[in-house]
């Protein structure tokens, strides 16, 4: 989902997705990308972008080589769904906002 929002003279275009999980097949995969690519490609350059939504990988809390994406607050191990996501990002030069803070234990 795709919502652009206009204030004053700025835009904001904010998207909603939901990755598809690991056990699905790469084909979908790819699409979901492909598809998600196709978005972002749509979006003026002067526009804002916000993607958020459940990305259903890992990108590891190190940050070797994602330094300018990646701020260091992630966990878990990197598994195939975290580098999709960090090589997304990293074409589109975006940020994982959420890496940049260390959040708060759950109980």
């Known amino acids: ?13 904010v998207v909603s997705v939901y990755v598809p999980q690991v056990g699905l097949d790469e084909e979908t995969k790819r699409l979901f990308w492909e598809d998600l690519e196709e978005v972002v490609q749509s979006i003026l350059q002067t526009e804002g972008l916000l993607i ?7 990108i590891r809390s190190r940050r070797e080589g994602y330094e300018t994406i990646h701020g260091g607050f992630g966990y878990g191990v990197r ?3 975290g580098m999709s996501i960090l090589d997304f990002v990293m074409a589109y030069e975006l940020s ?3 890496s940049f803070f260390k959040k708060k234990r759950s109980t």
């Open 52 to 58: 958020g939504g459940d990305f259903n990988g890992h």
């Open 1 to 13: 989902m795709s919502v652009k929002l206009v204030v004053g003279s700025e835009i904001l275009n």
């Open 79 to 81: 598994n195939s769904g």
């Open 96 to 98: 994982i906002v959420n």
